[in-house]
């Protein structure tokens, strides 16, 4: 299987090598990096909405040290909103991941540099001949 990274950075390397092997993978490819920009956007979202969740429970455990129960309640409803926000996310994040995954199993691996284009095997290049 193919790496993401790889494909993210080497897209027309990848869309030209699978043309060789007569696959037009151009859609292909364009929706695996859709996808994954998706997910990593959908990463970096719920990486900052658990922060601010932790960030706001310490302030709560703060909060009620101070005996300022009032506005401990206050951020205790923001903290639910937050996880739940949070739990959505995830979800989605995970969805994404599952997807992308199953895409990239559709791409077959990259031909060597010395496969010839072609579509039968008439097109390929005798290397070696025995007798």
Do not use: C, H, W
Request: a negative charge; zero cysteines; proline letters at 3%.
């Amino acid at each position: 299987m193919l790496q993401i990274a790889f494909i993210r950075e080497n897209q027309e390397k990848v869309i030209k090598a699978l043309a060789k092997r007569n696959i037009d993978a151009k859609s292909v490819v364009e929706e695996v990096v859709q996808l994954d920009e998706n997910r990593r956007a959908t990463q970096v979202e719920l990486d900052n909405t658990l922060s601010e969740s932790n960030k706001l429970s310490k302030d709560i455990g703060e909060l009620m040290k101070a005996g300022e129960k009032s506005k401990a309640a206050i951020l205790k409803e923001k903290t639910v909103s937050l996880k739940e926000k949070s739990k959505e996310l995830a979800e989605k994040a995970e969805a994404l991941a599952a997807e992308l995954t199953n895409k990239l199993y559709t791409l077959p691996n990259l031909p060597a540099d010395i496969v010839p284009e072609g579509k039968t095997p008439d097109d390929n290049l005798n290397v070696f001949q025995e007798g």
